[in-house]
């Protein structure tokens, strides 16, 4: 498995974290389908896979008119659990390299 280098890891955090800061000067939570790609995108940064939390973060900023209509029907009918606040605290972790 190739590893992640030091820049691709701070761009990933940096990303992440720009995407919880508009959220925040928004002043709402992530909708269904940003909270499913943040998710991915901290599960993905844990492992180590730092290509593919880039993707997850990718999908996180698609504009609500291009996401697919199936995937968008299977995200809405899981209850929705993560704040912005609660997404910040686990993936605080990360930040500081204590994962």
């Not at 498995?1 to 701070?10: D, G, I, P, T, Y």
């Not at 990718?58 to 504009?63: N, Q, T, V």
């Not at 686990?90 to 500081?96: E, G, I, K, S, Y």
């Amino acid at each position: 498995m190739k590893r992640h280098s030091v820049e691709e890891k701070n761009e990933g955090h940096r990303t992440f974290e720009q995407i919880l800061d508009r959220l925040d000067a928004m002043g709402r939570g992530p909708d269904p389908w940003e909270e499913c790609s943040l998710v991915h995108a901290i599960n993905f940064m844990e492992c180590g896979l730092y290509d593919r939390a880039r993707t997850a973060l990718d999908e996180c900023i698609l504009p609500s008119d291009q996401r697919p209509a199936w995937r968008l029907a299977q995200i809405e009918r899981n209850p929705q659990r993560y704040s912005v606040a609660r997404l910040r605290l686990r993936f605080a972790p990360l930040r500081t390299g204590t994962n």
